[in-house]
């Protein structure tokens, strides 16, 4: 180990979350939640915002980053109690989808479990009603997504000018949602005397000039994404025919090491019609989509998270924030268009410490995506037998029949791959769905994947 490495892992292991002058009440809610240490972004992210600092955050889902913005804020509506004004908010914390809004919330509730602040969820995919209901008296936190919010400020039904804390999560995939002009709208309409915290999980020229436009002197953090262990993920590949693929998925499914597993597939219509055939084989599935309303996306996810049903299907909407334990497979019924999508996907399986297996089902057509993700990781996937006929290990004239081949490291995007990913850009581009929120986008987010670990941390990130 480097004396560089040692000496991060040495003031990482000093600072206790009691170290950074948080309350006794919120380390009573973090130790029941069993977290004593703070992640690094935690550790210089907590005393900036106590310090009444803006931040400009490079940090992405995995790295506490929830936290490290919520802990503070809670602390400091502790501190100086008092009430919101009528439809307003104290806090603002904007998030790209519904689910991520949701489990912002989720989190305040558990930090706050004693402190007990007042939250609401505004995002699109419900009913207006109970939020508005929500919000009347002035409340301390609003999470939102920006369609929903901008629908409710001109309705009148929400004022920020009494807000004085704005959180701007994942502002990356919100712009690439094409929420930036809403985002300008919403922080023109909050008063200038606040304190402002973006995050994001790269930097691109826009976000920065965000930045310059909404921050002042903020304090810059950039955290590499905590170490995903993609060397303890056993990926696989099995070449078969389109037509073959739902049996080999029943097959793969219905094997004794499989207690939890995600399916992803590239559309949402395969997304359901692969749910259908899952059941129809008596395999307990659940399908979470863009298209899918709100409450039906949450009661999937509830479902899956409880164990009441084995598979989730999921476009890629499910590959990015969504934190379910436990998950031993990840298989892509398709491959992604874009390579890093692929190093999404298989990233929500070995999580905590755990292993997990990632089999991708690859048709002839599909070979070219394949390369792009084997030139991306750095080796060849091993290759597991095919029952069910067509495509022959055989016929890969790269394939190795087991382990780790390494191929040439990625430095320069292939031509091929940049192919795949016009191709992707042209019939996926950012469409709302059935209730005009663009949130819910499965190519918009699928895109944003594909920027955010690794071409933004580079290949350490896949090979640490
Ligand atoms: P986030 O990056 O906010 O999505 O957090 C990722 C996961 O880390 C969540 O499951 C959090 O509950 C968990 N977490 C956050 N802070 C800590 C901590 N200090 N120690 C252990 N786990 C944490």
Same mark, same amino acid.
């Given at each position: 180990m480097t004396l560089r490495a040692r000496r991060k892992i040495e003031s990482y292991q000093l600072?206790?979350? =009691? @170290?950074? *002058?948080?309350a006794e009440v919120l380390l009573r809610a973090l130790s029941g939640e069993g977290y004593t240490t703070p992640t690094p972004i935690q550790t210089r992210v907590i005393p900036a915002i106590l310090d009444g600092q803006d931040v400009l955050g490079t940090a992405q889902t995995g790295t506490g980053k929830t936290a490290a913005f919520v802990l503070p804020i809670l602390q400091q509506i502790i501190k100086q109690p008092s009430s919101s004004n009528p439809k307003g908010c104290r806090v603002l914390i904007l998030a790209p989808t519904r689910e991520l809004a949701s489990q912002i919330a989720d989190s305040i509730r558990t930090y706050g479990r004693i402190a007990r602040p007042s939250v609401a969820v505004v995002v699109g995919g419900v009913r207006p009603g109970p939020q508005i209901k929500a919000i009347a008296p002035g409340i301390d936190f609003i999470v939102a997504t920006p369609g929903r919010l901008l629908d409710h400020m001109s309705a009148g039904a929400?004022?920020?000018? *009494? !807000? !004085?804390t704005v959180v701007l999560d994942e502002a990356d995939q919100m712009m690439d949602l094409g929420f930036l002009p809403a985002i300008r709208r919403i922080l023109a309409k909050i008063p200038e005397r606040r304190q402002t915290i973006l995050l994001s999980a790269t930097m691109p020229k826009q976000i920065r000039g965000l930045a310059k436009d909404f921050l002042r002197n903020p304090t810059e953090v950039a955290v590499a994404p905590e170490s995903r262990p993609i060397e303890k993920i056993d990926q696989k590949v099995m070449q078969v025919d389109a037509v073959s693929k739902r049996r080999a998925l029943v097959d793969i499914l219905k094997g004794p090491q499989v207690d939890r597993a995600i399916v992803f597939t590239r559309t949402k219509r395969g997304a359901d019609k692969v749910n259908d055939h899952l059941e129809k084989a008596g395999i307990s599935a659940s399908a979470i989509h863009g298209n899918k309303s709100q409450r039906e996306r949450e009661r999937s996810l509830a479902a899956f998270r409880a164990g009441h049903v084995k598979v989730l299907v999921a476009t890629d909407i499910a590959a990015r924030g969504i934190d379910v334990d436990d998950i031993s497979h990840v298989i892509n019924f398709e491959l992604p268009h874009v390579p890093e999508v692929y190093v999404h996907r298989i *990233? /929500? !399986? $070995? /999580? $905590?410490g755990k292993n997990g297996v990632a089999i991708s089902l690859c048709d002839r057509e599909e070979r070219s995506l394949l390369r792009d993700i084997e030139r991306l990781v750095g080796y060849s996937l091993a290759t597991i037998p095919n029952p069910f006929g067509g495509e022959a290990p055989s016929a890969r004239p790269d394939s190795k029949p087991k382990g780790r081949t390494p191929t040439k490291p990625n430095r320069r995007r292939p031509a091929q791959s940049r192919k795949n990913q016009a191709k992707f850009a042209a019939t996926n581009g950012n469409r709302r769905d059935h209730n005009g929120n $663009? @949130? =819910?986008d499965d190519a918009g987010l699928a895109r944003v994947l594909g920027k955010v670990g690794v071409s933004a941390a580079g290949e350490n990130y896949l090979r640490r």
């Amino acid at each position: 180990m480097t004396l560089r490495a040692r000496r991060k892992i040495e003031s990482y292991q000093l600072t206790q979350f =009691s @170290d950074l *002058g948080l309350a006794e009440v919120l380390l009573r809610a973090l130790s029941g939640e069993g977290y004593t240490t703070p992640t690094p972004i935690q550790t210089r992210v907590i005393p900036a915002i106590l310090d009444g600092q803006d931040v400009l955050g490079t940090a992405q889902t995995g790295t506490g980053k929830t936290a490290a913005f919520v802990l503070p804020i809670l602390q400091q509506i502790i501190k100086q109690p008092s009430s919101s004004n009528p439809k307003g908010c104290r806090v603002l914390i904007l998030a790209p989808t519904r689910e991520l809004a949701s489990q912002i919330a989720d989190s305040i509730r558990t930090y706050g479990r004693i402190a007990r602040p007042s939250v609401a969820v505004v995002v699109g995919g419900v009913r207006p009603g109970p939020q508005i209901k929500a919000i009347a008296p002035g409340i301390d936190f609003i999470v939102a997504t920006p369609g929903r919010l901008l629908d409710h400020m001109s309705a009148g039904a929400i004022q920020l000018n *009494g !807000t !004085t804390t704005v959180v701007l999560d994942e502002a990356d995939q919100m712009m690439d949602l094409g929420f930036l002009p809403a985002i300008r709208r919403i922080l023109a309409k909050i008063p200038e005397r606040r304190q402002t915290i973006l995050l994001s999980a790269t930097m691109p020229k826009q976000i920065r000039g965000l930045a310059k436009d909404f921050l002042r002197n903020p304090t810059e953090v950039a955290v590499a994404p905590e170490s995903r262990p993609i060397e303890k993920i056993d990926q696989k590949v099995m070449q078969v025919d389109a037509v073959s693929k739902r049996r080999a998925l029943v097959d793969i499914l219905k094997g004794p090491q499989v207690d939890r597993a995600i399916v992803f597939t590239r559309t949402k219509r395969g997304a359901d019609k692969v749910n259908d055939h899952l059941e129809k084989a008596g395999i307990s599935a659940s399908a979470i989509h863009g298209n899918k309303s709100q409450r039906e996306r949450e009661r999937s996810l509830a479902a899956f998270r409880a164990g009441h049903v084995k598979v989730l299907v999921a476009t890629d909407i499910a590959a990015r924030g969504i934190d379910v334990d436990d998950i031993s497979h990840v298989i892509n019924f398709e491959l992604p268009h874009v390579p890093e999508v692929y190093v999404h996907r298989i *990233g /929500r !399986t $070995a /999580r $905590a410490g755990k292993n997990g297996v990632a089999i991708s089902l690859c048709d002839r057509e599909e070979r070219s995506l394949l390369r792009d993700i084997e030139r991306l990781v750095g080796y060849s996937l091993a290759t597991i037998p095919n029952p069910f006929g067509g495509e022959a290990p055989s016929a890969r004239p790269d394939s190795k029949p087991k382990g780790r081949t390494p191929t040439k490291p990625n430095r320069r995007r292939p031509a091929q791959s940049r192919k795949n990913q016009a191709k992707f850009a042209a019939t996926n581009g950012n469409r709302r769905d059935h209730n005009g929120n $663009a @949130d =819910s986008d499965d190519a918009g987010l699928a895109r944003v994947l594909g920027k955010v670990g690794v071409s933004a941390a580079g290949e350490n990130y896949l090979r640490r």
